[in-house]
């Protein structure tokens, strides 16, 4: 079957596209038919190194799929449209080829009538936003959280989650997406580069949550517009080493909190997937800007994601010929 995979950590440059052989499902596995896989950031990270995970090479990349199921198994029948969101770690092989074996308790039914590509390309940042604002986050009904970031894939995320679950949204984003991120639920959008005191002036009471997908920290700033008992919750920005102003934010109960999608535990998942099958069959969860590519592309579209290219867009690779759509 045609893979894109890697036989060691490095750039760009060492991702092959080329003949695996098929897997074999194991106890508890179905196989797949691979319609297509989206490029997501943590692939760059971990073809890199830079997010060590146990590797078994030739490993296939990519993180999420959609496809089909190729034969009956654990409860799923042959050709229902299915999809996964967290292949290509801890072990596990990568959905960048043409047939998976997927866990079958990592494997979701796609809802009737989704758009499968488009479904495909969300995944990723819908996912993380749902995991960082309910599970590690914390986030009620009623509290205000910023997203900083907002314009972004994860960021446009989260806002439109954390509206949708009742909290009051505080964004930042570049002047062009403020009316985006409006659209999707905040209450209040200002530009990245204003001073702070702009965020306090909204905030009056704190922000219970903080969360910056720019990657770029400022925790005395962050920690100084927090509530008592608020959260700054880390999910960017592998190489940032910020000050933290430790007595500010004792003395507030606050904390400050890192979250992964990679480490989620599959009843996390889980509980994701179902909230975001909800999303998409109701229409609300759509990729802002979409750019689909065969699955040749694979090493271009790193390289383009390295060089800050994909910044608010999703690229999806298709796997299978057909069109994808239903
Ligand atoms: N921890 C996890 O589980 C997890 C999961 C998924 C993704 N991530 C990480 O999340 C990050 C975001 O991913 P993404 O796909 O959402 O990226 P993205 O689409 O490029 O979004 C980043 C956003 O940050 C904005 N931005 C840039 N500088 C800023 C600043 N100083 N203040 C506020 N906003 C600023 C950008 O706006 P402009 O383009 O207008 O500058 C852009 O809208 C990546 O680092 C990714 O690795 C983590």
Redesign the pocket.
Same mark, same amino acid.
């Given at each position: 079957m045609r893979a894109a995979y890697i036989e060691e950590l490095g750039p760009p440059e060492v991702i092959r596209l080329g003949d695996l052989p098929a897997p074999v499902p194991g106890a508890g596995e179905v196989l797949v038919d691979v319609l297509a896989t989206a490029v997501?950031?943590?692939d760059a990270?971990v073809r890199s190194g830079v997010f060590r995970t146990p590797l078994p090479f030739p490993f296939v990349l990519g993180r999420d799929l959609v496809g089909t199921v190729a034969e009956p198994a654990a409860g799923f029948a042959a050709g229902e449209a299915v999809w996964c969101n967290s292949l290509g770690h801890g072990g596990r092989q990568g959905a960048a080829a043409e047939r998976v074996a997927v866990a079958a308790d990592r494997l979701y039914r796609l809802p009737d009538g989704v758009p499968p590509l488009e479904a495909v390309a969300v995944l990723?940042?819908a996912a993380?936003a749902y $995991? *960082?604002l309910f599970n590690h986050g914390e986030l009620l009904p009623g509290e205000t959280v910023l997203v900083?970031?907002? !314009? &972004?894939?994860? &960021? /446009?995320?989260l806002v439109a989650l954390a509206a949708r679950a009742g909290a009051r949204v505080l964004a930042? *984003? /570049?002047p062009?997406?403020h009316a985006y991120v409006r659209a999707l639920g905040a209450a209040e959008v200002v530009d990245? %580069?204003e001073p702070a005191a702009r965020l306090a002036e909204l905030a009056p009471d704190g922000i219970d949550l903080h969360v910056?997908? /720019? !990657? %770029?920290h400022d925790l005395e700033t962050a920690v100084g517009l927090l509530a008592h008992r608020g959260r700054v919750l $880390? $999910?960017? &920005?592998?190489g940032a080493r910020p000050v933290l102003p430790v007595g500010p934010l004792y003395m507030k109960d606050a904390s400050v909190r890192?979250? *992964?999608? /990679? @480490?989620?535990t599959v009843a996390e998942l889980a509980e994701a997937a179902a909230a975001l099958n909800d999303m998409l069959a109701g229409g609300g969860l759509r990729p802002r800007a979409l750019e689909v590519l065969p699955l040749e592309a694979v090493a271009e579209v790193h390289r383009r994601m390295e060089a !800050?290219e994909? @910044? &608010? @867009? @999703?690229v999806v690779l298709r796997v299978a010929g057909a069109d994808g759509g239903r």
């Open positions: 997501d950031p943590v990270l990723h940042p993380t $995991l *960082a900083a970031g907002a !314009g &972004g894939n994860v &960021g /446009s995320a930042t *984003a /570049s062009r997406d990245y %580069r910056d997908t /720019s !990657g %770029r $880390l $999910l960017a &920005g592998p890192g979250f *992964a999608i /990679s @480490r989620a !800050g994909l @910044r &608010g @867009r @999703r």
